[in-house]
């Protein structure tokens, strides 16, 4: 099967290590021991540190649905989505609901994208958005351990601690929008149907956007 039938059927998941994954078998295949998960999968459970020097785990959170976004400043494509308030706007409509929202920083000191907590506290503040959380990961630790390969790269997670969706957040893979375009955005119809108890329509997507700038790449 190819990725692009797996992502297209979203019942079977091709992963990088080039194993086959079925999001309602975890570990159903030897070769994904180690591969990042994916939806239908428990969330690693990962320490984490914010711009306050705080650290916690993200099983802290179990109990609430958990959207993880990973982001870039510089990139034009983060830069789409919070210039045209989009992605602000999922953000409140979340946070209303009591959904926890975390902003997470993996570009490495030195390459585009880093911010210390200074930086990050500033643009975070600068752009309007309000998460629950702004997490510093400089090794790229937190971004590995979920295979984030993009800006923006979503994860929403269901109050059991399963990745519920997983990949862009909408279905616009592009910079400038189009005049006249109406974005379907995953994400917040994932969070609706986690809300409503429900698995998303869809689970998996390709994230697009600029690639995270880890440490050795």
Excluded at 34 to 58: H, Y
Excluded at 160 to 183: E, H, K, M, N, S
Aim: aromatic residues 10%; hydrophobic residues 35%; contains cysteine.
């Amino acid at each position: 099967m190819t990725a692009a039938v797996a992502l297209a059927t979203f019942s079977w998941i091709e992963t990088q290590a080039g194993g086959i994954y079925s999001p309602t078998e975890p570990n159903s295949h030897p070769k994904t021991k180690g591969v990042p998960p994916v939806p239908g999968a428990m969330a690693p459970s990962i320490s984490m540190q914010d711009t306050t020097g705080r650290k916690f785990n993200l099983s802290a959170y179990r109990g609430k649905i958990v959207v993880l976004e990973w982001t870039n400043y510089e990139c034009p494509y983060v830069a789409r989505h919070y210039n045209s308030g989009s992605m602000q706007a999922v953000q409140t409509s979340a946070l209303k609901d009591g959904v926890v929202w975390l902003t997470i920083f993996s570009s490495a000191p030195g390459k585009q994208g880093y911010q210390d907590s200074r930086g990050a506290e500033y643009f975070t503040a600068e752009k309007g958005s309000k998460p629950n959380a702004k997490v510093l990961d400089p090794t790229g630790v937190v971004g590995k351990a979920f295979g984030a390969r993009t800006t923006p790269h979503m994860f929403v997670i269901d109050e059991t601690g399963r990745i519920a969706y997983a990949g862009a957040i909408d279905d616009q893979p592009r910079a400038v929008l189009p005049a006249g375009a109406v974005p379907r955005n995953y994400v917040r119809e994932a969070i609706t149907a986690v809300k409503n108890k429900q698995a998303p329509a869809i689970r998996a997507t390709s994230a697009y956007g600029c690639s995270i700038k880890y440490a050795g790449n």
